[in-house]
């Protein structure tokens, strides 16, 4: 059983982008959607698509590479984990890599990037860095 979906999705995403494979398969989850929707957006990946099987759901994830192959992702890294959740107001979320990465906060207003939770005015805890 995985307690934590996020980090198993983070994880496939990393081990699938080291071994230059198209596509993963991910467990879903709203918020691990979510997720793939901010990366989607941001040009981490290139699509996603919801899969039914049977009476459970997966998350296809199509990879994005550059022209030489190397993946366009150089860091995923989980940040709150069950262990010891980190959590940042509104004042606290800057930017990452000097604008260059992205920070992925779960808010009360729904999971969205640093930099729109930044607009909103909200905090939450922060589950992910990429760049």
Same mark, same amino acid.
């Given at each position: 059983? $995985?307690?934590?979906?996020?980090?198993?999705?983070? @994880?496939?995403?990393?081990?699938?982008?080291?071994?230059?494979?198209?596509?993963? #398969?991910?467990?879903?989850?709203?918020?691990?959607?979510?997720?793939?929707?901010?990366?989607?957006?941001?040009?981490? =990946?290139?699509?996603?698509? &919801?899969? *039914?099987?049977?009476?459970? /759901? +997966?998350?296809? &994830?199509?990879? /994005?590479?550059?022209? #030489?192959? #190397? !993946?366009? $992702?150089? *860091?995923?890294?989980? &940040? !709150?984990?069950?262990?010891?959740? $980190?959590?940042?107001?509104?004042?606290?979320?800057?930017? +990452? /890599? !000097?604008?260059?990465? @992205? $920070?992925?906060?779960? @808010?009360?207003?729904?999971?969205?990037?640093? =930099? *729109?939770?930044? /607009?909103?005015?909200?905090?939450?805890?922060?589950?992910? @860095?990429?760049?």
């Amino acid at each position: 059983m $995985i307690n934590d979906l996020i980090s198993d999705g983070l @994880t496939r995403i990393r081990n699938a982008a080291m071994r230059r494979i198209d596509t993963t #398969k991910l467990l879903h989850s709203n918020v691990v959607e979510a997720t793939l929707v901010i990366l989607a957006d941001k040009g981490y =990946i290139e699509s996603f698509n &919801v899969v *039914e099987e049977g009476n459970k /759901k +997966f998350i296809n &994830v199509v990879l /994005k590479y550059d022209e #030489k192959g #190397k !993946s366009v $992702i150089n *860091e995923l890294k989980r &940040v !709150s984990k069950p262990g010891r959740r $980190i959590y940042q107001g509104k004042d606290d979320i800057k930017r +990452f /890599k !000097s604008g260059y990465g @992205t $920070i992925i906060v779960s @808010t009360s207003k729904g999971v969205m990037s640093g =930099i *729109e939770a930044n /607009k909103a005015g909200v905090g939450g805890e922060v589950l992910c @860095t990429v760049w």
